[in-house]
């Protein structure tokens, strides 16, 4: 009996913390995953890299490798073919992207409008949508969301998350 409820206790924390993925959260994730997964895991492989996307069509992801990071932009197009269109390999010094690599700032959850993040409400949601993740090189999730392109509260730090919106945007 003792083990039962041991059992329903932890299914049950388990169950609050988490949030099952809607239909277009799942979709965002599959996309981000494939774009990473056809043009860089083979040659990143246990290395943390960090993915964000707007619209499911347009990808910034930057690859720690240790000595340096590698920038690549890329765009997913008709037939889920993959256009890259820029490699960019960027000296390693003390920044937003070594504060973007530090674990600790992101929550281990995933973040939609749906979840606990959001129980309160929102002050402001716009633009199209937009996916974050960060995975070390076990390929844990960290900071996972799937949110409005412009959104307040932002649950990804703010210098962060602006990086990648402008290296989309402006590159």
Partial sequence: ????????????????????????????????????????????????????????????????????YTRIKANLIQNDSIEVESIKSLKKTIGILEKAFDISIYHKGFIGFQSEFYKNGYELANGAMSYFVMKDKDRNRYGESCLSVIVKPNPIDIEIYNYFVIGIINE
């Fill in 1 to 68: 009996m003792k083990r039962i409820l041991i059992l329903f206790f932890a299914l049950c924390i388990g169950h609050s913390y988490s949030q099952e993925l809607n239909e277009f959260e799942l979709e965002s994730r599959n996309k981000a995953d494939l774009v990473f997964d056809k043009i860089a895991e083979f040659q990143s492989e246990n290395l943390p890299y960090l993915l964000f996307g707007i619209g499911n069509s347009s990808y910034l992801i930057i690859i720690d490798r240790n000595t340096h």
